[in-house]
């Protein structure tokens, strides 16, 4: 006498179909989770587009792949805040303008831009 005497056909079936439904939801939830990262990570690379932030990074040539290569999530959007609340715009819009004037005066960000930019990780 073997295990498999000990187990019906339909009794197989079932647990196979049950582990075969539980695959596919957890696929779907994984897809679905995947696919809320990427748009988050779009949004947030549109945000940054639409900053100083990213003439900064074009400064420091610091490439977007790069920059969202090193940089958390949670330091992105700490990057994106100091940016929108930037006590000196006109500074680095004079700057980007091509005024001789040193971001690490007023840019809440370049102190740390300057560190991702020379971390060999």
């Not at 295990?3 to 339909?10: E, G, N, R, T, V």
């Not at 090193?70 to 609340?85: G, N």
């Not at 740390?112 to 060999?120: A, D, Q, Y």
Request: glycine content about 4%; overall charge negative.
């Amino acid at each position: 006498m073997s295990i498999y005497d000990d187990i019906s056909p339909q009794t197989l079936v079932i647990i196979g179909t049950a582990v075969a439904v539980i695959f596919v939801l957890i696929a779907c939830r994984m897809y679905c989770d995947i696919r809320a990262l990427r748009k988050g990570r779009k949004d947030q690379a549109e945000r940054i587009r639409g900053l100083l932030l990213s003439n900064m990074l074009d400064r420091l040539k610091i490439s977007p792949k790069e920059y969202f290569r090193k940089t958390s999530d949670m330091d992105k959007e700490r990057h994106i805040w100091a940016c929108e609340h930037c006590p000196e715009p006109d500074e680095c819009e004079h700057m980007f303008l091509g005024e001789d004037i040193d971001p690490d005066t007023f840019c809440p960000n370049y102190d740390e831009l300057t560190k991702l930019k020379n971390s060999k990780t």
